[in-house]
């Protein structure tokens, strides 16, 4: 497996002339508006551990709640927005650059962003984590190792990887960095869909603080 130096993020802006413009909406109308507190639940994990999945399922019970929630899902964005993007560790690196800061949007939107995205990369995740108003960044640690997501395979990756049909592969022979300090960790080797979801369920009423009406 290759190990990679780490990267600085700091970006060339090669825009000019421009000056960010201020809402006339603030945040606190907006959390009165939706009940709730914006934020950014961002799943990491390895591919087959259950991100997407966990995502959509906490998605459809939050927003059964009442919460405004939205899923940025990996596959999805590379249909549209990252579509130009491959799997070299510095497309990876745009990717979630990109990814962090559209999450930071809909949580200063008062949106609940769940972002599900292997995101291999601790200093990747840090700089999604910078993007957003401080306090609106969950990282969610989705824990289960390399056997057990290797025995789900739901879309048939790594056995594409193993025989060579998919190179930088995380986990294979792309390098994944596990979250050293992460807000929250769910192991889906050891609890159901339902458990795990409910626990997240429990975070996010910890955190975003949904009110009455």
Not at 17 to 25: G, P
Not at 177 to 186: A, G, H, L, N, R
Request: net charge neutral.
């Amino acid at each position: 497996m290759r190990a990679f130096a780490a990267r600085t993020q700091e970006m060339t802006r090669r825009a000019t002339n421009v000056a960010r413009v201020e809402h006339r909406v603030t945040e606190q109308e907006r959390t009165t508006r939706s009940r709730h507190r914006g934020g950014v639940i961002w799943f990491t994990g390895l591919s087959g551990s259950g991100k997407s999945t966990l995502a959509l399922e906490l998605e459809r019970r939050l927003f059964e709640r009442g919460y405004q929630v939205y899923v940025l899902d990996g596959d999805n964005l590379r249909h549209g927005l990252n579509a130009d993007l491959g799997f070299s560790p510095e497309e990876r690196t745009e990717n979630i650059r990109r990814v962090g800061e559209v999450g930071a949007l809909f949580a200063r939107a008062g949106f609940i962003a769940l972002s599900a995205f292997i995101s291999p990369y601790r200093s990747d995740r840090t700089c999604a984590r910078q993007a957003a108003v401080q306090g609106m960044f969950h990282e969610v640690f989705v824990k289960a190792n390399l056997a057990t997501c290797e025995a789900r395979d739901p879309k048939g990756l790594y056995k594409k990887a193993r025989a060579g049909e998919i190179t930088d592969f995380t986990g294979i022979d792309a390098p994944y960095e596990e979250p050293e300090t992460p807000d929250f960790v769910i192991d889906t080797s050891r609890a159901t869909i339902d458990e795990s979801v409910d626990q997240l369920i429990d975070y996010v009423a910890r955190n975003f603080a949904l009110a009455a009406r």
